[in-house]
């Protein structure tokens, strides 16, 4: 596979040529194939799905299916009704946290997540603590963005994965009283990978009841993730960061635990029955999607799948490894001292997430005058304010890469940081 | 047009009016959580006069530029002056176009004036 010319397949490039972008953590650009589909259904088949017994109704609830299974399979998931769409990563975590949280965390629970969350990921079970008295723990991260379970030398290198020994000293956090893990596979400012399936498993070990829940946004678009491996009970992400439309997230639960779990939204689509005194609702996935969900949507949703599966996870994250190297590299060796990356330093051990602070520059200065040579960047705390307090900056600027970059892209970073220093001192 | 016009830029590097008045007549801090920026700015009042105004903070060239060239303007002014600033007039004093992201930066001193 020849990376350099995936450019082609993105028609933003054609309109936009100089565009160098690296903002792909917070969303992803679009292929041909995902624009044309969108097309496809509002030129020739725009129906309302489920209930028209009309061709374009039915061609359009056929294709909207289609992309459950599609996505079902590409997650490796059990059944396809484990799928659930939803708006977004956000929406998934906080229906999980509404509908499961609310039913089982009592007083008496603890729930736990990182310090390394979105906010997505820490609100929801912050807010559920502090509305049901339960305790709110927090995974610390060490000084070089692993998480910290608290031993010496306890790092989760993924180089070290098969020690499962490594993992043990997670009962300093996960006790028989934890309800509730709730993590993120990659992080969006540090990049770091965490060892989900250890994870996982130390935590059963602990307590078999814990319900383990994956943020998988900065995951599933990056590398090959396989649900029944990982163990999770949970996983959650986007359409939107991994090549498809806008619009649509993906919950994955399984099946036991989203039958029992509360609707999150009550309305069309989601019910077999109503009484003046009580309803019944439909089983999973269509008891979570309430009213007319984002169906062109989905449908387009399932091309940036197959788009990804015809290149091959393995491959993405191959790509992905190469030009964060590269970008390490370059910036280390142009702005030697000047330069101070986050997050782990092996790039075995990290995604295409490069968040950094360049001399005494405001993030929003660099950003800017990377915008005036179009290079499209991000500053800020990208909705980790805990993590940037920890790591003791307010503001950091990031680059994040995806299959479209190319070394040229790294260049023209060097160019812009380079501008930067021109135009600001 | 570079948002980093030379105007901007010499208030950037060389901000007039930085620091503290010892004996202000009011003190307001504000802050923008998202990005860490925070300005507070000192007046002081002499009868109806506006006989220094300056401002202590940190944050982009953009945010800092604002608050150098309001109060450059402000100094001396008669009081009623304060009320005449809005979001209209420091877009024209700053003289660059900015977006609806950058805009948030070029009011943090205006919010911290209109709290005095």
Same mark, same amino acid.
């Given at each position: 596979m020849n990376f350099i010319n995936l450019k082609k397949d993105f028609p933003i490039f054609k309109n936009i040529p100089d565009l160098v972008y690296l903002d792909s953590t917070a969303t992803s650009l679009k292929p041909k194939a995902v624009v044309d589909k969108l097309v496809e259904y509002y030129s020739n088949y725009s129906a309302n799905i489920?209930?028209?017994?009309?061709k374009i109704s039915e061609k359009a609830t056929e294709e909207f299916e289609e992309t459950r299974e599609v996505t079902a399979k590409f997650i490796n998931a059990l059944k396809s009704e484990e799928v659930i769409f939803t708006r977004n990563s956000t929406e998934s975590l906080n229906l999980i946290a509404y509908s499961l949280g609310r039913k089982i965390v009592s007083q008496k629970d603890e729930v736990v997540t990182t310090i390394m969350e979105h906010h997505s990921n820490f609100v929801p079970w912050q807010v559920l603590c502090s509305e049901t008295g339960a305790d709110f723990k927090i995974v610390d991260i060490d000084n070089n963005g692993y998480l910290d379970l608290g031993m010496e030398n306890l790092k989760f290198k993924s180089s070290n994965?098969?020690?499962?020994?490594?993992?043990?000293?997670l009962q300093n956090i996960v006790t028989r009283r934890t309800k509730i893990l709730a993590l993120t596979y990659v992080s969006n400012v540090l990049g770091t990978i965490n060892p989900i399936k250890q994870l996982i498993e130390a935590a059963k070990r602990i307590n078999p009841n814990i319900i383990t829940i994956v943020d998988a946004a900065q995951a599933v678009p990056h590398l090959k993730a396989d649900v029944q491996d990982l163990g999770c009970d949970f996983l959650v992400f986007s359409s939107h960061k991994m090549l498809g439309p806008t619009g649509v997230g993906v919950l994955w639960g399984k099946e036991d635990l989203l039958k029992e779990m509360f609707p999150f939204m009550y309305g069309g689509e989601m019910i077999n029955g109503v009484y003046i005194d009580h309803t019944i609702y439909k089983d999973p996935p269509h008891k979570f999607e309430a009213g007319t969900p984002a169906i062109g949507e989905v449908i387009a949703f399932k091309e940036a799948v197959k788009y990804l599966k015809a290149i091959g996870m393995d491959k993405v994250r191959e790509h992905e490894k190469n030009l964060t190297s590269l970008c390490f590299n370059k910036l280390n060796n142009n702005f030697s001292g000047k330069i101070k990356i986050f997050g782990p330093s092996d790039v075995n051990d990290r995604g295409g997430v490069v968040a950094f602070k360049f001399g005494n520059y405001h993030p929003h200065d660099i950003a800017s005058i990377f915008d005036e040579s179009n290079i499209a960047s991000r500053a800020g705390n990208h909705c980790a304010m805990p993590l940037h307090t920890k790591l003791g900056v307010n503001a950091t600027i990031r680059v994040s890469f995806y299959i479209y970059n190319d070394g040229s892209d790294i260049e023209k970073l060097v160019d812009g940081l380079k501008r930067v220093e021109k135009v600001l001192s | 047009m570079s948002l980093y016009s030379e105007l901007i830029l010499d208030h950037y590097q060389?901000?007039? #009016?930085?620091g503290r008045i010892a004996n202000s007549t009011n003190q307001r801090s504000v802050s923008n959580p998202l990005c860490g920026d925070e300005i507070i700015m000192f007046i002081k009042i002499n009868g109806s006069k506006i006989s220094e105004i300056t401002f202590k903070g940190k944050g982009c060239a953009i945010s800092m530029a604002s608050a150098s060239m309001m109060t450059e303007y402000l100094?001396?002014? #008669?009081?009623?002056e304060l009320k005449k600033i809005d979001k209209k007039f420091i877009i024209k004093m700053l003289g660059i176009d900015l977006g609806v992201n950058r805009i948030k930066c070029a009011l943090l001193p205006l919010e911290a004036l209109n709290k005095l």
């Open positions: 489920f209930r028209g017994v009309y994965l098969k020690s499962k020994s490594r993992i043990l000293n | 060389h901000p007039r #009016n930085f100094k001396g002014k #008669n009081k009623e």
